[in-house]
């Protein structure tokens, strides 16, 4: 029944999964669709082969000379990375079933990129919002030259072709406060004079410059709500105008000339009069200036983004080259532009492959080799390699954004806060602690980052869009911003922009109208404004930020949905997607705060879905996560990452350096309605223990847990690591093996031969066994490869290489320090020369081993404790899995995980599964006001149901003692809690020795656990050894098990150098059967030229090596030896 | 020193028995014993179970210690066990393990065929000796196919194959889990359960009621005649306390006086199927008085014979 049970159950949907790294994919897609002209290539397992998952990638390129004929040729820029799932990739659009076929995950995502055999993410990354002006003050703005003050407002602007497209390339620019009341504009390093950029870009007299710049200011209304202008304005507005009468520029021409030819690229989206007035208006301090960190003021970079970036500016070096090569060409004779073939000689030089090349370059590295910085602030640091150690860690290098790498090294923590303007978009809880604490954060559940695509899954055309939305405004009154009249500022009249862009304006009156019906067509499905549109209305205020309505439509915004109550419900549709601009002004009440100190004059127009919208996948997962002291939710947020889970389904056919695998992992009883939602069944992590809260035997102190022997034995948290390669001790093995000293990047256990003969030179080389040497039948197969299954101990010979026309075969032999099976050989099948051996290393639980429940609480295994001894229950029998010490919770007060316990007994009496979404209490009491029902407190639920089984209403049992079978004095919590087993274990990290390798040079032992070093013994040890006495063991530890030494001192010149022995030539005399006898040793001084009043005195050798250091400096040190 | 005995003759009395659980008294003795035979029931009393695994093809998606960790924990029967030897101390074959007085050799060998899943199940093992074989489940509850029968070890698909030899050994659940023949093995102390019938008389019947219902096992209940508050259960009593507790609060402490008798046990043995529950407990006797038997013939005691004292001599005579 069981088995019919599974193959009836319905098509699982993995489409809200998929929908976490649709961003990541969109963005890809975009940028193949409008950027290239992409050829597939064929697909081949690439993570098996070690090798990148890339396509040809050709383009038709023009060449057009003097006028001639267009001459046009297909070129091929070298293979292009595909990311998985993307619309290039073979798996796109495969349902769960034929990405099984395809040896592929039936949930896999896509969304990153395979180089050479290793899944790689490009991460998210913060940026400042795109065209908009934002007011900053930095003292650095000071130093730009003489007469800047430290306040500017800076645009970031993102080009535009044709009104259609944008690719996402973008320029910083910014205006500058003088101290003498003028602006300057500056990006780049050039800077400019604010009129002479203003005259630049419109016909434009000076007249209505003036008239411009002081509109804001109508001469009275210094002081009213709102007012952003000051009579300053009109002065500073004469100051600018005279300034460029001494530059002597008057008409647009001459200004054009004068900023020289740079200036197109950057002019896109730039208003000047806002602008300015913005720049008056915070020098003013009329309105306050933007915060750079908070999330209202910024964009996210998007993988695709960053490649089309990239690429363009790759392919124009290339273009450039190739002109200036042409045209080396042409100044020469007998060459025939029409003529093709000329041409492709010429263009040889310039190799065009090299562009897929840097592509797959950055993505493999991470690093940005670029001349101009492409307005990026790192260099390095943009991919990273995303783990498969579980399923949550592997989603969250999805759902990370970080905020740059500038920004780690900062010593200011104000990046790193968390700010109430990221509410709903990132999540508080899952970010890591430590370094890198505040920077990389998660975005929540349901956020989502806008793109080129509508909902359709057609890209978008912004020009459209725009207009449409123009119109919309027209006919609600808006007063179009050209042609040009002269208009007053705020209070009165609020601009409207669009992306930037002055577009008209409104009078302030209105504008809360205008936004509402904005809002209304934005929800609705027929309008024409597109859903994620963000109508960022920011109202007049005293001295806040600068007024205005910003509307933005551009891609890379984060959006979320939230519920538009104040439209009619019976339209249906009412989840508004709202961006972090407008959130910080919209009115969005949630259902666990009350109405949040939000006053009747300001009622909620908005309401969240749920509470937990504001959380992470992985924080969304934690049962009753409200009921935790919230650090513990951050801890469980990392651990749950680096728990040991069920990793892949299609384990098989995969060639990872490192997965770690849970044998028998199960569902919890206790889970989130999150938990189905993204079918984590697919992927459990973890085991349901029983867990007896009881400080038994003293081995469950200070967080250590007493695991129950036979609960192990029977297979309780089993698991193993599956390993190709053990890394650089294989490079030293071919370095000793050829005696080459060429770098060998070999780093995983994949053994290629050819990549391997081609670098040493050698003939072809081949995987054979040795039939001479027997002793390696036992390990190696007649193939030259290890048997499947079989056991390998350290330094035991499992494969073994051949040249062709070499009849004595060379055995490998294991590194390591402990036992690992076969799991798998992979032989490449195009030459055989190929390979992959997989190893298994059993992990089961021991002594030493991490284990955590879901509510932060990690403890290490102290002791496998017999199952006779742990107390049992009298009623049923029941030993308990897992013992922690009831110290655990006073101070950590995780109620949350003594909920789970209770929830998990009722659910397992049950048979039924408890949900545990946090905050649904609030929610039910909400829809239930009006129903009137009585609510119940969730313990009280929880108690009662324990209480219909028989069992106490706390959770609590009377256990007997499992030594003496007497009742333990008082009465037990105990519970299942789900526990996750973490990736640290004893068994990676032990590090014991008692001799072995030293140094050459100090003859001390060396460090390093792979090395088979010693741990440091180190100065404040010493200390406590001194403050205790134990001068033996002091040195025991220094001295004897260090480099302990037997030095022979000239006691003449007392020195330990010049001592030498004498090879005695003295014939030794056989005698029959009897081994020779030992000669005495002759030692002799080189400088006292005698053999007489040599001692052997005992040191360490350091000292001896001291001496022979300060021997260089021609220092000499004498010891006086006395008694 | 001489002349007092501690000695008692402890009684059990059966209740019920079946062949994977049983029910007893244990009487006039104390909880060292109660808890010594319980934990020789779990742990001491020998049973068979698969020990070594040769794999000679496993083509299925386990790996080959999970498919040995996994034979290992079927139970085997294992009547023999308790005449046969621990293969560490086996004369007839050098200790290796691999001779009739100490193993029994089993093989599998499965390859799906067919489109639809092979499960493998512990029928799938052959064994050398029909006296141990995996653990027979007489009751069909859940699978309505009598071939589904079984333990399933693997499930294969098309053309996977799993083909190894086993071998049994004796051993005990001290070793390791799958030698317990025991799933549960626990014991209570009698409780005793007077009512004070004059201060029971004050209450009204809601009160009683609320008595009655504060136990969350069913141990009282109201005569629906007299409408007095009768025990009908005490065993089901769980020494929680609840009903104390309840009582104190409205005020009538003493109202129901309960005790544990210190000298009586009801034990409840639930065996994996490997050997009789009511054999378990024989067995474990045995051992128990092997056990006791080693102490007493052993040098060490007669020579511990001061530390011991009279139980020392306690234990020579009896």
């Given at each position: 029944?069981?088995?019919?049970?599974w193959?009836?159950?319905a098509?699982?949907?993995?489409?809200?999964?998929?929908?976490?790294?649709?961003?990541?994919?969109?963005?890809?897609?975009?940028?193949?669709?409008?950027?290239?002209?992409?050829?597939?290539?064929n697909?081949?397992?690439?993570?098996q082969?070690?090798?990148?998952?890339?396509?040809?990638?050709?383009?038709?390129?023009?060449?057009?000379?003097?006028?001639?004929?267009?001459?046009?040729?297909?070129?091929?820029?070298g293979?292009?990375?595909?990311?998985?799932?993307?619309?290039?990739?073979?798996?796109?659009?495969?349902?769960?079933k034929?990405?099984?076929s395809?040896k592929?995950?039936?949930a896999?995502m896509?969304?990153?990129f395979i180089?050479?055999?290793i899944?790689r993410?490009?991460?998210?990354?913060?940026?400042?919002?795109?065209?908009?002006?934002m007011?900053?003050?930095?003292?650095?703005?000071?130093?730009?030259?003489?007469?800047?003050?430290?306040?500017?407002?800076?645009?970031?602007?993102?080009?535009?072709?044709?009104?259609?497209?944008?690719?996402?390339s973008?320029?910083?620019?910014?205006l500058y406060y003088?101290?003498?009341g003028?602006?300057?504009?500056?990006?780049?390093?050039?800077?400019?004079?604010s009129?002479s950029?203003?005259?630049?870009?419109v016909e434009?007299?000076?007249?209505?410059?003036?008239?411009?710049?002081?509109?804001?200011?109508?001469?009275?209304?210094?002081k009213?709500?709102g007012?952003?202008?000051t009579?300053l304005?009109g002065?500073?507005?004469?100051?600018?105008?005279?300034?460029?009468?001494?530059?002597s520029?008057?008409?647009r021409?001459?200004?054009?000339?004068?900023?020289?030819?740079h200036?197109?690229h950057?002019m896109?989206?730039?208003?000047n009069?806002?602008?300015?007035?913005?720049?008056?208006s915070?020098?003013?301090?009329?309105?306050?200036?933007?915060?750079?960190?908070?999330?209202?003021n910024?964009?996210?970079?998007?993988?695709?983004?960053?490649i089309?970036?990239?690429?363009?500016?790759?392919?124009?070096?290339?273009?450039?080259?190739?002109?200036?090569?042409?045209?080396?060409?042409?100044?020469?004779?007998?060459?025939?532009?029409t003529?093709?073939?000329?041409i492709?000689k010429?263009?040889?030089?310039?190799?065009?492959?090299?562009?897929?090349?840097?592509?797959?370059?950055?993505?493999?590295?991470?690093?940005?080799?670029?001349?101009t910085?492409?307005?990026?602030?790192?260099?390095a640091?943009?991919?990273?390699?995303?783990?498969?150690?579980?399923y949550?860690?592997?989603?969250s290098?999805?759902?990370?954004?970080?905020?740059?790498?500038?920004?780690?090294?900062l010593?200011?923590?104000?990046?790193?806060?968390?700010?109430?303007?990221?509410?709903?978009?990132?999540?508080?809880?899952?970010?890591?602690?430590?370094?890198?604490?505040?920077?990389?954060?998660?975005?929540?559940?349901?956020c989502?980052?806008?793109?080129?695509?509508?909902?359709?899954?057609?890209?978008?055309?912004?020009?459209?869009?725009?207009?449409?939305?123009?119109?919309?405004?027209?006919?609600?009154?808006?007063?179009s911003?050209?042609?040009?009249?002269?208009?007053?500022?705020?209070?009165k009249?609020?601009?409207v922009?669009?992306?930037?862009?002055?577009?008209?304006?409104?009078?302030?009156?209105?504008?809360?109208?205008?936004?509402?019906?904005?809002?209304?067509?934005?929800?609705?499905r027929?309008s024409?404004?597109?859903d994620?549109?963000?109508?960022?209305?920011?109202p007049?205020s005293?001295?806040?930020a600068?007024?205005g309505?910003?509307?933005?439509?551009?891609?890379?915004?984060?959006?979320?949905?939230v519920?538009?109550?104040?439209?009619?419900?019976?339209?249906?549709q009412?989840?508004?997607?709202?961006?972090p601009?407008e959130?910080?002004?919209?009115?969005?009440?949630?259902?666990?705060?009350?109405?949040?100190?939000?006053?009747?004059?300001?009622p909620?127009t908005?309401?969240?879905?749920?509470?937990?919208?504001?959380?992470?996948?992985?924080?969304?997962?934690?049962p009753?996560?409200?009921?935790?002291?919230?650090p513990?939710?951050?801890?469980?947020?990392q651990?749950?990452?680096?728990?040991?889970?069920?990793?892949?389904?299609?384990l098989?056919?995969?060639?990872d350096?490192?997965?770690?695998?849970?044998?028998?992992?199960?569902?919890?009883?206790?889970r989130?309605s999150?938990?189905?939602?993204?079918?984590?069944?697919?992927?459990?992590?973890?085991?349901?223990?029983i867990v007896?809260?009881?400080a038994?035997?003293g081995?469950?102190?200070?967080?250590a847990?007493?695991?129950?022997?036979s609960?192990?034995?029977?297979?309780?948290?089993?698991?193993?690591?599956?390993?190709?390669?053990t890394?650089?001790?294989?490079?030293?093995?071919?370095?000793?093996?050829h005696?080459?000293?060429?770098?060998?990047?070999?780093?995983?256990?994949?053994?290629?031969?050819?990549?391997?003969?081609?670098k040493?030179?050698?003939?072809r080389r081949?995987?054979?066994?040795s039939?001479?040497n027997?002793?390696?039948?036992?390990?190696?197969?007649?193939?030259g490869?290890?048997?499947?299954?079989?056991?390998?101990h350290?330094?035991?010979?499992?494969?073994?290489?051949?040249?062709?026309?070499?009849?004595?075969?060379?055995?490998?032999?294991?590194k390591?320090?402990?036992?690992?099976?076969?799991?798998?050989v992979g032989?490449?099948?195009?030459?055989?020369?190929?390979?992959?051996?997989?190893?298994?290393h059993?992990?089961?639980?021991?002594?030493?081993?991490?284990?955590?429940?879901?509510?932060?609480?990690?403890?290490v295994?102290?002791?496998?404790?017999?199952?006779?001894d742990?107390?049992f229950s009298?009623?049923t029998?029941?030993?308990?899995?897992?013992?922690?010490?009831?110290?655990a919770?006073?101070?950590?007060?995780t109620?949350a995980?003594?909920?789970?316990s209770?929830?998990?007994?009722?659910?397992?009496?049950?048979?039924?599964?408890?949900?545990?979404?946090?905050?649904?209490?609030?929610?039910?009491?909400?829809?239930?006001?009006?129903?009137?029902?009585?609510?119940?407190?969730?313990?009280?639920e929880?108690?009662?149901?324990?209480?219909s089984?028989?069992?106490?209403?706390?959770?609590?049992?009377?256990l007997?003692?499992?030594?003496?079978?007497?009742?333990?004095?008082c009465?037990?919590f105990i519970?299942?809690?789900?526990?996750?087993?973490?990736?640290?274990?004893?068994?990676?990290?032990?590090?014991v020795?008692?001799?072995?390798?030293i140094?050459q040079v100090?003859r001390?032992p060396?460090?390093?656990?792979?090395?088979?070093?010693?741990?440091?013994?180190?100065?404040?040890?010493?200390?406590?050894?001194?403050?205790?006495g134990?001068?033996?063991?002091?040195?025991d530890?220094?001295h004897?098990?260090?480099?302990?030494?037997?030095?022979?001192?000239?006691?003449?010149?007392?020195?330990?150098?010049?001592?030498s022995?004498?090879?005695?030539k003295?014939?030794?005399?056989?005698?029959?059967?009897?081994?020779?006898a030992?000669?005495?040793?002759?030692?002799?001084?080189?400088?006292?030229?005698?053999?007489?009043?040599m001692?052997?005195?005992?040191?360490?050798?350091?000292?001896?090596?001291?001496?022979?250091?300060?021997a260089?400096?021609?220092i000499?040190?004498?010891?006086?030896?006395g008694? | 020193?001489?002349g007092?005995?501690?000695?008692?003759?402890?009684?059990?009395?059966?209740?019920?028995?079946?062949?994977?659980?049983?029910k007893?008294?244990?009487?006039?003795?104390?909880?060292?014993?109660?808890?010594?035979?319980?934990?020789?029931?779990?742990a001491?009393?020998?049973?068979?179970?698969?020990d070594?695994?040769e794999?000679?093809?496993?083509?299925?998606?386990?790996?080959?210690?999970?498919?040995?960790?996994?034979?290992?924990?079927?139970?085997l029967?294992?009547?023999?066990?308790?005449?046969?030897?621990f293969?560490?101390?086996?004369?007839?074959c050098?200790?290796?393990?691999?001779?009739?007085?100490?193993?029994?050799?089993?093989?599998l060998?499965?390859?799906?065929?067919?489109?639809?899943?092979?499960?493998?199940?512990?029928?799938?093992l052959?064994?050398?000796?029909?006296?141990?074989?995996?653990v027979?489940?007489?009751?069909?509850?859940?699978?309505?196919?009598?071939?589904?029968?079984?333990?399933?070890?693997?499930?294969?698909?098309?053309?996977?194959?799993?083909?190894l030899r086993?071998?049994?050994r004796?051993?005990?659940?001290?070793?390791?889990?799958?030698?317990?023949?025991?799933?549960?093995?626990?014991?209570?102390?009698e409780?005793?359960?007077?009512?004070n019938?004059?201060?029971?008389e004050?209450?009204?019947?809601e009160?009683?009621q609320?008595?009655?219902?504060s136990?969350?096992?069913?141990?009282?209940?109201?005569?629906?005649?007299?409408q007095?508050?009768?025990?009908?259960?005490?065993?089901?009593?769980t020494?929680?306390?609840?009903v104390?507790?309840?009582?104190?609060?409205m005020?009538?402490?003493?109202i129901?006086?309960?005790?544990?008798?210190?000298?009586?046990?009801?034990?409840?043995?639930?065996?994996?199927?490997?050997?009789?529950?009511?054999?378990?407990?024989?067995?474990?006797?045995?051992?128990?008085?092997?056990?006791?038997d080693?102490?007493?013939?052993s040098?060490?005691?007669?020579?511990?014979?001061?530390?011991?004292?009279?139980?020392?001599?306690?234990?020579?005579?009896?």
């Amino acid at each position: 029944m069981a088995a019919r049970r599974w193959s009836e159950r319905a098509p699982v949907d993995y489409s809200e999964l998929q929908e976490l790294v649709e961003h990541h994919i969109e963005s890809y897609n975009f940028m193949v669709k409008n950027g290239l002209d992409v050829m597939m290539d064929n697909i081949k397992p690439c993570r098996q082969a070690k090798i990148s998952y890339t396509g040809r990638f050709e383009a038709d390129v023009c060449f057009q000379y003097d006028g001639n004929p267009i001459v046009r040729q297909r070129f091929n820029f070298g293979q292009f990375p595909i990311m998985l799932k993307s619309k290039l990739c073979h798996l796109r659009g495969a349902d769960p079933k034929k990405l099984v076929s395809l040896k592929e995950e039936a949930a896999e995502m896509g969304g990153y990129f395979i180089l050479n055999g290793i899944e790689r993410v490009v991460r998210c990354l913060i940026l400042p919002k795109q065209n908009y002006p934002m007011s900053m003050s930095r003292g650095s703005f000071c130093n730009r030259d003489d007469g800047y003050t430290d306040k500017a407002v800076v645009i970031r602007c993102a080009r535009e072709y044709t009104s259609a497209f944008t690719d996402q390339s973008s320029i910083t620019v910014k205006l500058y406060y003088l101290r003498n009341g003028s602006a300057r504009l500056g990006f780049w390093s050039l800077f400019l004079c604010s009129y002479s950029c203003h005259k630049a870009l419109v016909e434009t007299t000076d007249r209505e410059i003036y008239q411009n710049l002081t509109c804001y200011y109508d001469g009275k209304s210094d002081k009213t709500k709102g007012a952003v202008a000051t009579q300053l304005v009109g002065e500073r507005a004469k100051i600018i105008l005279d300034e460029v009468r001494d530059l002597s520029v008057f008409t647009r021409d001459d200004c054009l000339q004068h900023i020289g030819k740079h200036f197109h690229h950057v002019m896109d989206g730039l208003e000047n009069e806002t602008f300015i007035n913005k720049l008056f208006s915070f020098v003013d301090g009329t309105s306050a200036p933007d915060n750079p960190d908070s999330l209202q003021n910024q964009d996210i970079l998007l993988p695709g983004h960053i490649i089309t970036i990239y690429l363009k500016e790759k392919l124009e070096d290339w273009l450039r080259k190739a002109k200036k090569l042409i045209q080396e060409a042409v100044s020469k004779e007998n060459f025939d532009f029409t003529s093709l073939l000329d041409i492709k000689k010429v263009l040889d030089k310039n190799s065009p492959s090299q562009i897929g090349l840097a592509v797959e370059n950055l993505l493999k590295t991470g690093r940005l080799v670029t001349q101009t910085g492409l307005d990026l602030q790192q260099r390095a640091g943009y991919t990273v390699q995303a783990e498969r150690l579980n399923y949550l860690r592997f989603l969250s290098f999805f759902r990370a954004v970080h905020r740059g790498a500038t920004f780690a090294g900062l010593r200011t923590t104000s990046v790193r806060k968390l700010l109430p303007e990221s509410w709903g978009f990132l999540c508080p809880v899952h970010t890591p602690d430590g370094e890198p604490c505040g920077l990389l954060n998660h975005m929540t559940r349901y956020c989502r980052v806008t793109s080129f695509f509508d909902s359709q899954g057609a890209v978008k055309d912004f020009f459209n869009i725009r207009k449409s939305i123009l119109s919309v405004l027209t006919s609600l009154g808006m007063l179009s911003a050209l042609p040009k009249v002269v208009q007053a500022g705020p209070p009165k009249i609020l601009s409207v922009l669009l992306d930037g862009r002055v577009v008209g304006s409104f009078p302030s009156g209105e504008v809360e109208k205008v936004v509402a019906h904005l809002r209304r067509l934005k929800v609705s499905r027929t309008s024409v404004i597109p859903d994620d549109l963000e109508v960022g209305y920011v109202p007049l205020s005293m001295g806040s930020a600068f007024p205005g309505l910003y509307l933005f439509t551009s891609p890379s915004r984060f959006i979320r949905p939230v519920r538009n109550i104040s439209i009619p419900s019976e339209e249906g549709q009412n989840i508004e997607l709202i961006g972090p601009f407008e959130q910080v002004f919209m009115e969005i009440s949630c259902p666990d705060g009350g109405n949040g100190g939000r006053r009747d004059a300001f009622p909620a127009t908005h309401e969240e879905i749920h509470p937990t919208n504001m959380l992470s996948v992985v924080a969304n997962l934690t049962p009753w996560s409200d009921h935790n002291q919230s650090p513990r939710n951050m801890y469980q947020c990392q651990m749950a990452k680096q728990t040991m889970a069920f990793s892949l389904q299609a384990l098989r056919f995969r060639a990872d350096q490192k997965l770690y695998h849970l044998q028998t992992p199960q569902t919890p009883i206790v889970r989130t309605s999150t938990y189905m939602k993204y079918n984590i069944d697919e992927y459990p992590a973890g085991t349901n223990a029983i867990v007896a809260v009881l400080a038994y035997t003293g081995y469950d102190m200070e967080d250590a847990m007493i695991l129950n022997k036979s609960s192990v034995d029977r297979g309780m948290c089993h698991g193993q690591i599956y390993q190709v390669g053990t890394s650089e001790n294989y490079a030293c093995i071919y370095l000793a093996l050829h005696g080459i000293g060429a770098f060998m990047q070999l780093h995983t256990e994949t053994i290629d031969l050819a990549e391997e003969s081609s670098k040493n030179n050698e003939s072809r080389r081949v995987f054979k066994r040795s039939n001479v040497n027997t002793s390696v039948h036992s390990t190696i197969d007649s193939d030259g490869l290890p048997y499947v299954g079989q056991m390998i101990h350290p330094s035991e010979p499992y494969y073994s290489t051949a040249s062709v026309n070499d009849i004595s075969p060379k055995p490998h032999y294991r590194k390591g320090s402990e036992p690992v099976y076969v799991d798998q050989v992979g032989v490449d099948m195009k030459n055989g020369q190929k390979v992959n051996i997989r190893f298994r290393h059993p992990r089961n639980p021991i002594i030493g081993d991490k284990f955590s429940s879901r509510h932060g609480q990690k403890g290490v295994c102290s002791q496998l404790w017999p199952d006779i001894d742990m107390p049992f229950s009298g009623v049923t029998g029941m030993r308990p899995d897992l013992i922690i010490n009831p110290h655990a919770f006073p101070s950590r007060m995780t109620i949350a995980m003594l909920l789970e316990s209770l929830a998990a007994k009722g659910g397992s009496l049950n048979g039924k599964f408890v949900d545990a979404t946090p905050f649904s209490i609030s929610v039910r009491k909400n829809n239930e006001e009006s129903a009137n029902s009585e609510s119940e407190s969730l313990v009280d639920e929880l108690g009662n149901m324990l209480r219909s089984h028989g069992f106490n209403y706390h959770g609590v049992e009377v256990l007997y003692s499992g030594v003496y079978g007497t009742e333990l004095t008082c009465e037990i919590f105990i519970g299942p809690v789900y526990y996750q087993r973490l990736r640290h274990m004893v068994s990676d990290k032990f590090q014991v020795r008692s001799t072995g390798t030293i140094d050459q040079v100090t003859r001390q032992p060396i460090k390093g656990r792979k090395r088979g070093g010693g741990i440091r013994f180190g100065e404040m040890e010493r200390d406590a050894m001194l403050a205790h006495g134990a001068a033996y063991l002091l040195h025991d530890r220094l001295h004897t098990c260090s480099d302990y030494h037997i030095a022979d001192v000239c006691s003449l010149c007392g020195s330990i150098l010049s001592t030498s022995f004498l090879q005695p030539k003295i014939f030794v005399r056989e005698f029959g059967g009897l081994p020779p006898a030992r000669t005495a040793k002759k030692v002799t001084c080189h400088a006292c030229q005698t053999s007489k009043g040599m001692e052997t005195v005992a040191m360490p050798y350091i000292f001896r090596y001291l001496a022979a250091e300060l021997a260089a400096m021609n220092i000499k040190m004498t010891l006086k030896v006395g008694d | 020193m001489e002349g007092v005995s501690y000695q008692r003759f402890p009684k059990i009395k059966i209740r019920e028995v079946k062949d994977e659980c049983m029910k007893f008294e244990l009487r006039n003795t104390d909880a060292s014993i109660a808890n010594a035979l319980r934990r020789v029931m779990i742990a001491e009393v020998p049973t068979m179970a698969i020990d070594l695994v040769e794999i000679e093809v496993n083509s299925s998606v386990l790996n080959d210690e999970f498919i040995a960790h996994r034979l290992g924990l079927i139970p085997l029967t294992s009547e023999r066990a308790m005449s046969m030897r621990f293969s560490r101390d086996c004369d007839a074959c050098d200790g290796d393990g691999q001779c009739e007085y100490c193993s029994v050799e089993f093989r599998l060998s499965a390859k799906c065929l067919g489109d639809q899943t092979l499960d493998v199940t512990s029928k799938d093992l052959y064994s050398s000796d029909h006296s141990v074989v995996p653990v027979d489940f007489p009751d069909s509850t859940g699978y309505d196919s009598p071939e589904q029968r079984g333990i399933v070890i693997v499930k294969l698909r098309r053309g996977q194959e799993l083909r190894l030899r086993a071998i049994a050994r004796k051993g005990i659940g001290k070793d390791h889990a799958k030698w317990s023949p025991a799933a549960t093995v626990t014991f209570m102390y009698e409780p005793e359960i007077h009512i004070n019938e004059d201060m029971m008389e004050t209450l009204s019947l809601e009160e009683k009621q609320s008595l009655v219902d504060s136990s969350p096992t069913k141990v009282f209940d109201i005569d629906p005649n007299t409408q007095k508050v009768v025990v009908v259960d005490a065993e089901a009593y769980t020494y929680d306390d609840e009903v104390l507790k309840k009582a104190e609060a409205m005020g009538k402490p003493g109202i129901i006086d309960i005790r544990a008798k210190e000298d009586s046990f009801i034990f409840t043995v639930e065996s994996t199927g490997a050997i009789k529950a009511s054999q378990l407990l024989l067995n474990a006797i045995d051992v128990l008085k092997q056990k006791l038997d080693a102490v007493r013939l052993s040098d060490d005691t007669v020579d511990a014979d001061d530390q011991f004292g009279e139980l020392g001599a306690h234990m020579r005579v009896g």
